[in-house]
């Protein structure tokens, strides 16, 4: 019978030493950023809470050009900032759910398996992740300029509605990403079948 050629060693779902070796350097660093970065998002509606001034000052909460401290009318109320940090769980949400599929990720490329099931499937949430990222971003900062002033007198209270190029920037790159885990998830579907081939 007609044999096919074999598929490339770099599409084989099994675990190879070589990738192992070239990729467990950068696979361990961008696990130990994940970790960073979860911790970050853990603590961020708390600070939000107890701290909003530090992260204010910082940009948190702000659309491009507009700092939402200037929507108050007076303090920021504890009620205020209870509803910036219950709106600001929308997108820490999101990005823990992110991180945890670059984590599975990672930890797949650490061992070598660039194309096993759990790498592609991580890939693809990862980018569908990404993709609700970008979107849900202009949401949050109407939503955090609304919860902002919403203690506000009557006529004072504001509804921002941003869109940058950066939010266009996102969607885009996000959308890469969703190409590239199709095109691979697909490739490693045209290996496997090859290798059936006798």
Known sequence: MHASPP??????????????????????????????????????????????????????????????????????????RIRVALVSLLPCGLGLALLWQLWGLFGEYERGAVFSLRALACLRRFSSLLVLL?????????????????????????LVISLSSNDYALV????????????????ARVAQENEGFV
């Open 7 to 80: 598929s490339a060693p770099g599409l084989s779902p099994l675990p190879s030493p070589a990738l192992a070796q070239r990729l467990g350097r950068l696979a361990r660093v961008v696990r130990a950023l994940c970790v960073l970065a979860a911790l970050v998002l853990v603590a961020w509606p708390v600070l939000l809470l107890f701290a909003p001034d530090s992260l204010m000052a910082v940009g948190a909460g702000q659309a491009p050009g507009v700092d939402m401290r200037h929507l108050l009318q007076g303090d920021f109320t504890l009620a205020a």
């Open 134 to 158: 970008a979107l849900s971003s202009p949401l949050t900062q109407a939503l955090v300029s609304v919860a902002i002033s919403l203690d506000n007198p009557p006529g004072q209270r504001q």
């Open 172 to 187: 885009l790159g996000a959308l890469v990403f969703v190409a590239i885990a199709r095109v691979m998830t697909e490739a």
